[in-house]
């Protein structure tokens, strides 16, 4: 799925794609944990390449990996799309091209890339109409 289906859809669905910020904070809670578990890797808690599935699995399927919130998911299966473009983070030396600056954001890992991006931290960037079936996308709705 594109940026542009994902968005399409939770407007038509009356809500939004996550910013980059509520997804993290719904990925790793109040602290600085690596994954949504904790420090650890674990590929019981996540469908990654370590976890042998080598496909996308029915959301919920590793009810182990949930965050502190109860977020399934946030870790592996697929990457998701989050609301904004990206952008080096304040203070960051990182610079990107004039070429990457309509890229999106895809956040936490895939069941085709390995643990590294699964990570909570991890930014993945892509051109907005690119699709994947590695790419999927959550829904957030206002209070």
């Not at 496909?55 to 697929?78: C, I, Q, R």
Request: glycine share 12%; hydrophobic share 30%; with cysteine.
């Amino acid at each position: 799925i594109s940026f542009e289906d994902a968005e399409a859809y939770c407007l038509w669905k009356g809500g939004r794609l996550p910013t980059e910020a509520e997804w993290e904070r719904a990925a790793r809670g109040e602290t600085q944990r690596a994954y949504p578990w904790g420090n650890e890797f674990d590929p019981n808690r996540a469908n990654t390449w370590q976890s042998g599935r080598r496909g996308t699995a029915p959301a919920g399927s590793y009810p182990l990996g949930a965050s502190p919130f109860g977020a399934e998911d946030m870790a592996g299966n697929v990457f998701e799309w989050v609301e904004g473009f990206f952008e080096p983070y304040p203070g960051s030396r990182f610079r990107i091209s004039e070429s990457e600056k309509h890229y999106r954001v895809l956040r936490g890992g895939s069941w085709n890339f390995s643990e590294y991006y699964a990570r909570t931290t991890h930014r993945f960037s892509r051109s907005g109409g690119d699709k994947s079936r590695s790419f999927g996308f959550r829904l957030a709705r206002n209070p």
